[in-house]
């Protein structure tokens, strides 16, 4: 069964930073689009951005553009966001999830593996 643990969340002043992690396992990496989402108490989980694997492809959120980074290392199983410049709307719970085809979408219904989460609060 493929694992996905995030780490890295927590609280952080606006303006400033954090690096969330997503540890793989159990999985053949490199095959799998990997993508970040997000979701804010009573809120639906929402696209972050996604890296779909072979190809490089990247997509991002428009509200997240040029303040978040996503980055991949295959050989390590890992998955990256890079948070600048942060908002308190950008609290929430950070979710780390991978699909099985090499195309990024901006939907959680589609994606099959899901990691728990992790807090990010940013204060203001």
């Known amino acids: 069964q493929v694992q996905l643990v995030e780490s890295g969340g927590g609280l952080v002043q606006a303006g400033g930073s954090l690096k969330l992690s997503c540890a793989a396992s159990r999985l053949t990496f490199s095959t799998y689009t990997m993508t970040w989402f997000r979701q804010a108490p009573g809120k639906e989980r929402e696209f972050v951005a996604g890296?779909?694997?072979?190809?490089?492809?990247?997509d991002y959120a428009d509200s997240m553009k040029g303040r978040f980074t996503i980055a991949r290392d295959d050989a390590k199983m890992m998955f990256y966001l890079q948070m600048n410049s942060l908002k308190p709307e950008d609290t929430a719970v950070y979710y780390c999830?991978?699909?099985?085809?090499?195309?990024?979408?901006?939907?959680?219904?589609?994606?099959?593996?899901w990691g728990q989460g992790t807090q990010v609060t940013v204060s203001s």
């Open positions: 999830a991978a699909r099985h085809q090499i195309e990024v979408k901006t939907a959680a219904r589609e994606y099959r593996y």
């Open positions: 890296h779909s694997g072979i190809g490089g492809s990247t």
